[in-house]
T-cell receptor, first 114, second 113 residues
Framework: AQSVTQLGSHVSVSEGALVLLRCNYSSSVPPYLFWYVQYPNQGLQLLLKYTSAATLVKGINGFEAEFKKSETSFHLTKPSAHMSDAAEYFC????????????FGTGTQLKVEL | DGGITQSPKYLFRKEGQNVTLSCEQNLNHDAMYWYRQDPGQGLRLIYYSQIVNDFQKGDIAEGYSVSREKKESFPLTVTSAQKNPTAFYLCASAGRSSGNTIYFGEGSWLTVV
């Protein structure tokens, strides 16, 4: 069975500061990993995905994530936070050949302060 | 525009009533999914369908039913057997054109009154 743990349900950063959102996974096979962002009362938008190619994945809006197999992690980073980054972020895992079923973490609410 | 359309956006249900949430996609995706979102719990899979006329239970299927009579449509019925139906429901789809990445609709809020 696969699972995802997101450390920190709420993260607060200053505008212009580094954003780091943590995600650890467990999977019985090499997984596919995803980060999604959700704005209030909206659906989820894909930020980036890892599917066993380059371990450093660049996504939209300046976000990137690095797959570290030894640490079973897929942390999301952005060098400089912007007010528009305030949203909820979800890490998700799927197993290749598993019907594309995603297992989600519980989410991290990012607050950006002036 | 291509995309996933969910309706209605907001729905109120009286206890004991069944309600159906609509999900339509024009992306030609083979697979469709229904997730439920509750605060602090992330998203949980209710049902999914990988092909027309076939669907499988997800992790929390009790009290829900679905059909997949057409490729573009995957309606979800929340039955009176669902004990705690108030939640945000998200429909999603995936296919070859999306590299099998799952994309989501805008969601539907269901409130039991």
């Amino acid at each position: 069975a696969q699972s995802v743990t997101q450390l920190g349900s709420h993260v607060s950063v200053s505008e212009g500061a580094l954003v780091l959102l943590r995600c650890n996974y467990s999977s019985s096979v090499p997984p596919y990993l995803f980060w999604y962002v959700q704005y209030p009362n909206q659906g989820l938008q894909l930020l980036l995905k890892y599917t066993s190619a380059a371990t450093l994945v660049k996504g939209i809006n300046g976000f990137e994530a690095e797959f570290k197999k030894s640490e079973t992690s897929f942390h999301l980073t952005k060098p400089s936070a912007h007010m528009s980054d305030a949203a909820e972020y979800f890490c998700a895992v799927s197993e290749p050949g598993g019907g594309n079923k995603l297992t989600f973490g519980t989410g991290t609410q990012l607050k950006v302060e002036l | 525009d291509g995309g996933i359309t969910q309706s209605p956006k907001y729905l109120f249900r009286k206890e004991g009533q069944n309600v159906t949430l609509s999900c339509e996609q024009n992306l030609n995706h083979d697979a469709m999914y229904w997730y439920r979102q509750d605060p602090g719990q992330g998203l949980r899979l209710i049902y999914y369908s990988q092909i027309v006329n076939d669907f499988q239970k997800g992790d929390i299927a009790e009290g829900y039913s679905v059909s997949r009579e057409k490729k573009e449509s995957f309606p979800l019925t929340v039955t009176s057997a669902q004990k705690n139906p108030t939640a945000f429901y998200l429909c999603a789809s995936a296919g070859r054109s999306s590299g099998n990445t799952i994309y989501f609709g805008e969601g539907s809020w269901l409130t039991v009154v």
